[in-house]
């Protein structure tokens, strides 16, 4: 069955960073556009950055400039680098299989304090 397990997250001050990784299973990896997605506090789950299988990626215009994803094929990875950390990118963060809705990990949560 699929799996998808994160990890990386922690309380980090504004202006610091972090790096969260996700390790997949139970799918053909190297096939899929791969994302993170986000969950603030009383927010709704969502998106801010994808890689598609060829490589190309596109991010939130929230977190442009800060944030880059990248993947890993031979690990069945993909990652997240968050730069510039700001209070906002405060939530629980997740990866998934682009446009995907079930399957989802128990995620990592990123904590940004002022």
């Known amino acids: 069955q699929v799996q998808l397990v994160e990890s990386g997250g922690g309380l980090v001050q504004a202006g610091g960073s972090l790096i969260l990784s996700c390790t997949a299973s139970?799918?053909?990896?190297?096939?899929?556009?791969m994302a993170w997605y986000r969950q603030g506090p009383g927010k709704q789950r969502d998106m801010v950055a994808v890689?598609?299988?060829?490589?190309?990626?596109n991010v939130a215009d929230s977190v442009r400039g800060r944030f880059t994803i990248t993947r890993d094929n031979r690990q069945n990875g993909v990652y997240l680098q968050m730069n510039d950390l700001r209070p906002e990118d405060t939530g629980v963060y997740y990866c998934?299989?682009?446009?995907?809705?079930?399957?989802w990990g128990q995620g990592t949560r990123v904590t940004v304090s002022s």
């Open positions: 998934n299989r682009f446009s995907y809705d079930r399957d």
């Open positions: 139970g799918f053909i990896f190297s096939n899929s556009a």
């Open positions: 890689i598609l299988s060829t490589g190309m990626t």
